[in-house]
């Protein structure tokens, strides 16, 4: 099933998402099969439970946007353990539609995280996916791209969305 993307406003967004401690069951199996399915309909490259209305620590990724299913990753109760370098890129999130920035990221990370069986796992990411792991590891945290923004830019942003609002278009 896809579920519709939650946007900014909602608070799911902003409150940090609860550890998961249950693994293989068949409810958490449909639910990362639907996050995929909600990723791929929405043309992401990378979703958080929140982003759906769930308060739950998983992340999943797909740079390829289900072109090539091997490159699928599913990170539970994902956390960076090692960062290095700075990037300076343009992102955009599922959550705020129409809005694209530049924000600051490291350039490489190291994540630990449990797989869909609870089994832990580390990996690096560079460029990209090293962005991706950055952003989804905040969306679970309950923390926002737009707060990575200058203040500036948060601002224009905001003003945009408010007016979005009004108009009924957000
Ligand atoms: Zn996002």
Redesign the pocket.
């Known amino acids: 099933m896809t579920y519709p993307i939650v946007r900014y406003g909602n608070p799911v967004l902003e409150r940090p998402a609860e550890t998961v401690k249950e693994f293989d069951t068949p409810e958490l199996k449909k639910l990362l099969e639907d996050m995929f399915e909600s990723m791929y309909a929405a043309k ?1 490259v ?3 439970a929140p ?1 759906i209305g769930i308060g739950r620590r998983i992340a999943v990724i797909d740079p390829t946007n289900g072109q090539d299913e091997a490159q699928r990753l599913v990170l539970i109760n994902p956390e960076i353990i090692e960062k290095e370098g700075r990037l300076y890129e343009e ?6 539609p129409e809005i694209r920035e530049k924000v600051v990221r490291h350039a490489r990370v190291r994540i630990r995280a449990q797989d869909e069986h609870g089994k832990w796992f580390e990996m690096d990411g560079e460029d990209v996916l090293s962005r991706c792991f950055q ?2 590891i ?2 679970v945290d309950g923390m ?2 737009i707060f990575r923004m200058s203040a500036l830019k948060r601002d224009l942003n905001l003003r945009k969305i408010r007016k979005m609002q009004r108009e009924g278009k957000w």
């Open positions: 992401g990378g979703l958080a982003q992102e955009g999130c599922l959550s705020f952003h989804e905040d969306h926002l791209f």
